[in-house]
């Protein structure tokens, strides 16, 4: 992780920023593994390494969201949408197959590729909450019938691994969709789509 005196500095310099453009002070700063030198201003490194999110990547977190996710149960009902909680978690369990499994869904042509990086890759990746009834890609649609428990587990390994693998893995990589992402970006795609679909369903 940064030495002290670096984040001392990352402090110094949030405290200068948030007094001139009135941000919040209550971030997540990741400041592991990155390379400081005297060309660098603060406020890229605020820019590049700030997660206004909950960081998937910390155990803490990662507990967290498993403790909801063991929240559920086959009968829990969803607040709205259609889909029931089985096929929730199954939909949920695609976003992490985009990573882990190559090959199980299809890449899209470069045409389609442009579209998605230019009109839906923020909406995925920034801190917005996502819309009640959002239209749902077609890889994400579930209709048939899934086990709960399968995909349950399936579900916790899948927030465990990418907590183990750790933020440092994500920096750069390719997604499945948008071209490659940084850190803070793979950050919010994980955990708004988790917290999205588990309020859904009230855990």
């Given at each position: 992780?940064?030495?002290?005196?670096?984040?001392?500095?990352?402090?110094?310099?949030?405290?200068?920023?948030?007094k001139r453009k009135k941000l919040n002070c209550n971030t997540w700063l990741t400041t592991g593994y990155c390379c400081f030198t005297k060309h660098t201003t603060y406020?890229?490194?605020?820019?590049?390494?700030?997660m206004a999110l909950p960081d998937v990547f910390s155990k803490d977190i990662a507990d967290t969201i498993v403790r909801r996710i063991n929240a559920l149960s086959p009968?829990?009902?969803?607040?709205?949408?259609?889909?029931?909680?089985?096929?929730?978690?199954?939909?949920?369990?695609?976003?992490?197959?985009?990573?882990?499994?190559?090959?199980?869904?299809?890449?899209?042509?470069?045409?389609?590729?442009?579209?998605?990086?230019?009109?839906?890759?923020?909406?995925?990746?920034?801190?917005?909450?996502?819309?009640?009834?959002?239209?749902?890609?077609?890889?994400?649609?579930?209709?048939?019938?899934?086990?709960?428990?399968?995909?349950?587990?399936?579900?916790?390994?899948?927030?465990?691994?990418?907590?183990?693998?750790?933020?440092?893995?994500?920096?750069?990589?390719?997604?499945?969709?948008?071209?490659?992402?940084?850190?803070?970006?793979?950050?919010?795609?994980?955990?708004?789509?988790?917290?999205?679909?588990?309020?859904?369903?009230?855990?």
């Amino acid at each position: 992780f940064a030495h002290a005196e670096v984040a001392k500095n990352i402090k110094t310099a949030t405290e200068q920023i948030t007094k001139r453009k009135k941000l919040n002070c209550n971030t997540w700063l990741t400041t592991g593994y990155c390379c400081f030198t005297k060309h660098t201003t603060y406020s890229k490194i605020l820019k590049n390494y700030t997660m206004a999110l909950p960081d998937v990547f910390s155990k803490d977190i990662a507990d967290t969201i498993v403790r909801r996710i063991n929240a559920l149960s086959p009968t829990t009902q969803p607040k709205w949408g259609k889909m029931n909680v089985g096929q929730m978690l199954a939909h949920c369990n695609v976003t992490y197959e985009m990573v882990y499994e190559n090959g199980k869904h299809p890449q899209a042509n470069f045409f389609m590729k442009f579209i998605l990086k230019t009109f839906i890759k923020k909406l995925v990746t920034n801190e917005v909450p996502y819309k009640q009834n959002s239209q749902t890609a077609p890889a994400f649609v579930i209709t048939d019938s899934r086990d709960f428990e399968a995909e349950k587990k399936r579900l916790i390994n899948h927030v465990y691994k990418t907590q183990q693998a750790g933020a440092a893995h994500f920096e750069g990589k390719e997604s499945h969709s948008f071209g490659m992402l940084n850190r803070t970006e793979w950050n919010n795609m994980f955990y708004k789509h988790l917290d999205h679909h588990l309020t859904q369903f009230g855990a």
